[in-house]
Nanobody, 117 residues
Framework: QVQLVESGGGLVQAGGSLRLSCAAS????????MGWYRQAPGNQRELVAE???????NYAASVKDRFTISRNNAQDTLYLQMNNLKHEDTAVYYC???????????WGQGTQVTVSS
């Protein structure tokens, strides 16, 4: 059982930046897909960005060119660099790690990101 712990959320003004981290209790080497999801009040959880074990990335259209996902297998940590934040980025951000793309995988507890306009 792997535990994922997110950190780095907070309150930031529009146009600002935050860097989220997701630390795993064990090795992330075996997770073929890791990603960041977010859920705003009243909305469904949505994919923000994902990265494969080979380093291929995929972004939601709304964050492309503003957010960057990366993973450090040596440190068992997933990151999300968020630049030029907008009010609509306000949400709870969750880390996810999957062995197979169709498996539900493991989830973190979430970290709140609030962007003031």
């Amino acid at each position: 059982q792997v535990q994922l712990v997110e950190s780095g959320g907070g309150l930031v003004q529009a146009g600002g930046s935050l860097r989220l981290s997701c630390a795993a209790s064990g090795s992330i080497f075996g997770f073929n897909v890791m990603g960041w999801y977010r859920q705003a009040p009243g909305n469904q959880r949505e994919l923000v960005a994902e990265i494969t074990a080979r380093g291929s990335t995929n972004y939601a259209a709304s964050v492309k060119d503003r957010f960057t996902i990366s993973r450090n297998n040596a440190q068992d940590t997933l990151y999300l660099q968020m630049n030029n934040l907008k009010h609509e980025d306000t949400a709870v951000y969750y880390c996810n790690a999957k062995i197979g793309r169709l498996s539900p995988g493991y989830w973190g507890q979430g970290t709140q990101v609030t962007v003031s306009s």
